[in-house]
């Protein structure tokens, strides 16, 4: 079974929030800190983290983790150059990528090894999180993937690249904490409550998508 290796996307400046997200506080913990935790308690493969703008002292909250750092230069491009970054440390390891966003503050190590044990039922696809109408990470990309995501460009995330037609149908693993972000100042309350959670439908948590 080909080995996965979480990748922490954490390099953008954080305009619209107006402070970096890598270090807001969410349970009295810098929020990069807290993904990196997260990431390593899951148990289910090494961790990356994809650094960009301020990225020294960002990783200076994150220098006692057993975890590596990567620095994005190409970072004021947007999304597209952190997952290039991702999937380049990943072929080099012969793995598939766990993409893991810096903001997504309520994911849990469980919701990890969720989608990674729900992937292993079939690991040439993609495997994503989704509820109502969100769809999108904490998703793995499987090797196969790699090409056509080295030639995104731009802010743009995978999401063209898992809805190609000649690549195998994704699975989908439902969690109503993917779809909780920090992007907004407004997004900086939810993220020090609780309020706002939604229960988990009963609902197939391997289906296709």
Same mark, same amino acid.
């Given at each position: 079974?080909? %080995?996965?290796?979480?990748a922490i996307?954490?390099?953008? *400046?954080?305009?619209?929030?107006?402070?970096?997200?890598?270090?807001?506080?969410?349970?009295?913990?810098?929020?990069?800190?807290?993904?990196?935790?997260?990431?390593?308690?899951?148990?289910?493969g090494s961790?990356?983290?994809?650094?960009?703008?301020?990225?020294?002292?960002? *990783?200076?909250?994150?220098?006692?983790?057993?975890?590596?750092?990567?620095?994005?230069?190409?970072?004021?491009?947007?999304?597209?150059?952190?997952?290039?970054?991702?999937?380049?440390? *990943?072929?080099?390891?012969?793995?598939?990528?766990?993409?893991?966003?810096? @903001?997504?503050?309520? #994911?849990?190590?469980?919701?990890?090894?969720?989608?990674?044990?729900?992937?292993?039922?079939?690991?040439?696809?993609?495997?994503?999180?989704?509820?109502?109408?969100?769809?999108?990470?904490?998703? #793995?990309?499987?090797?196969?993937?790699?090409?056509?995501?080295?030639?995104?460009?731009?802010?743009?995330?995978?999401?063209?690249?898992?809805?190609?037609?000649?690549?195998?149908?994704?699975?989908?693993?439902?969690?109503?904490? *993917?779809?909780?972000?920090?992007?907004?100042?407004? @997004?900086?309350?939810?993220?020090?409550?609780?309020?706002? %959670?939604?229960?988990?439908?009963?609902? %197939?948590?391997?289906?296709?998508?």
């Amino acid at each position: 079974m080909p %080995d996965v290796l979480i990748a922490i996307l954490a390099a953008g *400046a954080s305009r619209r929030l107006g402070t970096a997200k890598q270090l807001v506080p969410v349970d009295g913990e810098p929020l990069l800190r807290r993904q990196c935790r997260c990431a390593l308690s899951a148990g289910i493969g090494s961790v990356i983290v994809i650094l960009g703008c301020d990225a020294e002292r960002h *990783a200076h909250v994150i220098a006692d983790l057993p975890v590596d750092v990567c620095v994005n230069h190409e970072w004021p491009e947007g999304m597209a150059a952190s997952l290039r970054h991702a999937v380049g440390a *990943a072929s080099e390891r012969r793995a598939a990528s766990l993409i893991l966003p810096c @903001d997504q503050f309520r #994911i849990t190590p469980g919701d990890l090894r969720s989608l990674y044990d729900t992937w292993r039922l079939a690991p040439s696809a993609a495997c994503l999180s989704c509820w109502d109408d969100y769809v999108g990470p904490p998703a #793995i990309l499987p090797s196969e993937y790699y090409e056509d995501v080295r030639q995104l460009r731009g802010d743009v995330g995978a999401r063209a690249v898992v809805s190609a037609r000649s690549l195998p149908r994704p699975l989908g693993v439902a969690n109503p904490r *993917a779809t909780y972000d920090l992007d907004w100042p407004e @997004d900086l309350t939810i993220a020090n409550t609780r309020e706002g %959670d939604r229960h988990l439908r009963p609902i %197939d948590p391997a289906h296709r998508i």
